[in-house]
């Protein structure tokens, strides 16, 4: 059964945006940890941020005031919100719950 969907994925070019989404099928959303990573072609899967079912939130340096996490508890949805893509932003982004554990992930591609 599958408990995490993600969204919003696809090409842009560098500089542009893009919002992932990711919908979680269960009961027990609000309390959970919700996080995104993301993996490179040949590179590990590394943690982009994550936000606490209270809504604290942390990112990875890398992001640098480019992406924002976001929940909406009544939706069971968690976002991620990017600007200013790099082309070294492509990689497939995964969605993780604490509860449910990950997604399968939705490529984004960004183009010099």
């Known amino acids: 059964q599958l408990r995490l969907v993600e969204s919003g994925g696809g090409l842009v070019q560098a500089g542009g945006s893009l919002r992932l989404s990711c919908a979680v099928s269960?009961?027990?959303?609000?309390?959970?940890?919700m996080a995104w990573h993301r993996q490179a072609p040949g590179k590990q899967r590394e943690l982009v941020a994550t936000?606490?079912?209270?809504?604290?939130?942390n990112y990875a340096d890398f992001v640098m005031g480019r992406f924002t996490i976001s929940r909406d508890n009544g939706k069971n949805t968690v976002y991620l919100q990017m600007n200013s893509l790099k082309p070294e932003d492509t990689a497939v982004y995964y969605c993780w719950s604490s509860s449910y554990g990950w997604g399968q992930g939705t490529q984004v591609t960004v183009s010099s």
């Open positions: 936000i606490a079912g209270a809504g604290r939130i």
């Open positions: 269960g009961s027990m959303f609000s309390g959970n940890v």
